[in-house]
């Protein structure tokens, strides 16, 4: 690359999740953005005020809706996922929320795919359909059944990919194809990719959402979410959804928090990444697994679509073992370094076992029929040195 271009190349994607949008010689020196801890901000004058709430003046409100610690890290959020705008809210289900309550009305379809994480599940099918929004399902890892079900009242498109729990993946093009038909927004849950991994606006959807409390953050520390779209999107996931409806805003000490998780994105999804391919190796190769899914693997249906749409694999994988829930409950219970929790994207690896923890709600007939069975466990590969990862599984398996 010559110095020309290389003066004019974007920055990459740690330089903006590390710098962008704070200058520290606007702060005192200050290398960490400061943490405004403050609720309400003070107008100059009276008609200052009045200009801010009737828009036509910039600057800060209430910390409801908007505050600098947060501007910064909605400025990165947008950056990295390659958007007009984002929107930083306190968790990933105040983030689904907030969209969802903006952008459909009563008599409006949702068409969502059948495998999502269980409160999203509950939310569509249960809290959405209260309101008089109705809400279908299609497998969306085949793209006819998505065609076959949408609609000129079909407003909103909603899928997770990577999908939790199992890893299916998702044509994030070949669904905004079909959207784009009926003029239907392609929302799409990046929560198990991440930025760094998959950038589904590039690929044509409308809006990326996230559980920031995951990767994002990436500690275990904080619950947070994330939208990121056009500026009219996220403006009225603001004005109304999160102002008015949800009130679902992230603390600034929790925007603090995941600006700091920013920082190391990059580099902890290329070891999550490089751990979660070699523990999936392992585990594809012992005598106890039955099956296995991890996007990675060479074995894994749609590992072509995977390549083409992610950059690497990221650390989560699921499984079953040849002994059903009994076995795979007993398998949780031999591990000595692997925690028992839910959630994900963390520096601990983490196991569950969704039927009775996060697709409980599903009920047992619905889980069958999306391909969540009794026995599957979904493990989140953490930061430890993947040798001692390695270690603590085959003593777990090896004792079954
Ligand atoms: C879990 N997940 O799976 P908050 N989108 C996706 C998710 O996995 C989650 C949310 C949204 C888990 C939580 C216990 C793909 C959550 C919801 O938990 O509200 O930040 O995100 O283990």
């Not at 603090?256 to 070699?278: M, Y």
Request: proline share 4%.
């Amino acid at each position: 690359m010559s110095g020309h271009d290389r003066r004019n190349r974007p920055q990459g994607l740690s330089t903006r999740a590390i710098h962008l949008g704070y200058d520290p010689a606007d702060h005192e020196g200050a290398l960490t953005p400061p943490i405004f801890m403050t609720s309400t901000f003070a107008f100059e004058t009276a008609e200052a005020g009045a200009e801010m709430f009737r828009g036509e003046r910039a600057g800060y409100i209430y910390g409801r809706t908007k505050n600098p610690t947060q501007t910064i890290l909605e400025e990165r959020m947008a950056s990295l996922e390659g958007g007009e705008a984002a929107m930083a809210t306190a968790s990933g289900m105040g983030a689904i929320s907030s969209v969802m309550l903006s952008l459909l009305n009563p008599g409006d379809e949702a068409l969502i795919d059948h495998t999502v994480y269980g409160n999203t599940f509950a939310y569509f099918t249960q809290a959405l359909t209260r309101f008089g929004i109705v809400v279908k399902l299609a497998d969306f890892t085949r793209p006819e059944t998505v065609a076959e079900q949408i609609g000129e009242k079909t407003k909103v498109v909603f899928f997770e990919t990577p999908a939790n729990p199992n890893l299916r993946v998702i044509d994030i093009a070949g669904i905004a194809h079909i959207a784009a038909k009926v003029g239907a927004l392609v929302v799409v849950d990046n929560t198990f990719a991440t930025p760094v991994l998959q950038r589904p606006l590039e690929l044509g959807a409308d809006v990326v959402i996230h559980s920031g409390t995951k990767y994002l953050g990436g500690h275990g520390d904080l619950l947070s979410g994330i939208v990121v779209g056009t500026a009219d999107i996220v403006k009225q996931a603001r004005q109304t959804g999160l102002r008015w409806m949800t009130g679902a805003t992230l603390s600034p000490f929790n925007c603090f928090l995941l600006l700091r998780g920013l920082k190391t994105l990059e580099i902890r999804l290329e070891r999550h990444s490089a751990s979660g391919l070699a523990v999936a190796r392992m585990l594809e190769k012992h005598p106890k697994i039955a099956t296995i899914s991890y996007p990675g693997l060479a074995t894994f249906p749609q590992h072509d679509l995977a390549k083409r749409q992610m950059s690497a694999f990221g650390g989560l994988i699921a499984f079953e073992l040849d002994g059903g829930i009994d076995m795979s409950m007993a398998l949780m219970n031999r591990l000595k370094l692997v925690t028992r929790a839910v959630s994900l994207g963390d520096t601990e690896t983490l196991i569950q076992h969704p039927a009775s923890m996060t697709h409980a709600i599903y009920g047992a007939e619905e889980r069958a029929r999306h391909g969540i069975s009794d026995g599957l466990l979904r493990l989140s590969v953490g930061l430890e040195n993947v040798d001692d990862i390695l270690d603590d599984l085959e003593q777990a398996l090896d004792a079954l």
